[in-house]
């Protein structure tokens, strides 16, 4: 009997109340310090800059390439299935390559290369008018090959200006800035593009230099974005 109060009796001591292990403590300052941490620093916020115009100046135009394909141009759904996927098998394929790039001669200079060929494939994309299949493919493959591209070496140069430690919420910062930017995509392509009386859709071309000047920008944006030790 005494051996069963000995053991009651430590249980007691070296167990914690549970009415208070299971109470949550909250700090509503740590919910706003990596706000404070990331848009007080100059580098963060030129990364999350750059993030935005990247976005912009990317998929500004994609939502409106079926369409104009088919509308503009004349093709059928078959067609542009199959430039949607030797676009996608192209980047697929590549985007390694773009990688392996950046390893071996440097994250500006690769991205500023394909943000270079991106502006010639954007120009050409939104001014392109031919019946040529042919001339679609290589049109469209090479704006989905170097506007994926440059993202390769951009996601390297914008993880870079964050410590590990401090990474993830800056990451979700980041994911919040891309959806916005895809949202302000779809809204500014909608408000720049028109429709004609015969239904053909009209100032895809300043769509396109929207996008091109954008483009420009997120260079300009990357040139400021410094890593960190």
Do not use: C
């Not at 980047?91 to 390694?96: D, S």
């Not at 270079?116 to 679609?136: E, G, K, P």
């Not at 260079?219 to 960190?228: D, M, P």
């Amino acid at each position: 009997m005494e051996d069963v109060i000995d053991i009651v009796a430590l249980r007691e001591v070296r167990l914690p109340p549970t009415d208070q292990a299971l109470v949550p403590k909250h700090d509503p300052r740590k919910l706003v310090d990596p706000f404070v941490r990331i848009f007080s620093d100059a580098n963060q916020r030129a990364a999350l800059f750059f993030t935005m115009t990247l976005m912009l100046g990317h998929f500004t135009i994609i939502p409106f390439i079926a369409p104009y394909m088919q509308i503009n141009i004349g093709f059928g759904d078959k067609q542009v299935s199959l430039i949607y996927l030797i676009g996608g098998l192209l980047t697929v394929v590549l985007l390694p390559f773009f990688g392996k790039l950046s390893d071996r001669y440097g994250r500006m200079p690769v991205f500023t290369t394909a943000s270079v060929f991106a502006l010639a494939s954007i120009y050409a994309l939104t001014n392109l008018d031919t019946d040529s299949l042919y001339i679609a493919l290589l049109t469209t493959s090479s704006f989905f090959v170097v506007a994926s591209g440059r993202n390769v070496p951009a996601t390297t140069m914008i993880t870079s200006v964050v410590r590990p430690e401090n990474r993830g919420g800056f990451m979700s910062i980041r994911q919040s800035i891309n959806e916005m930017a895809l949202f302000g995509s779809t809204l500014i392509a909608g408000f720049i593009i028109t429709e004609a009386p015969d239904g053909r859709l009209e100032t895809y071309e300043w769509l396109g230099y929207f996008t091109m000047v954008i483009s420009v920008l997120a260079g300009y944006a990357a040139s400021r974005i410094r890593a960190v030790a």
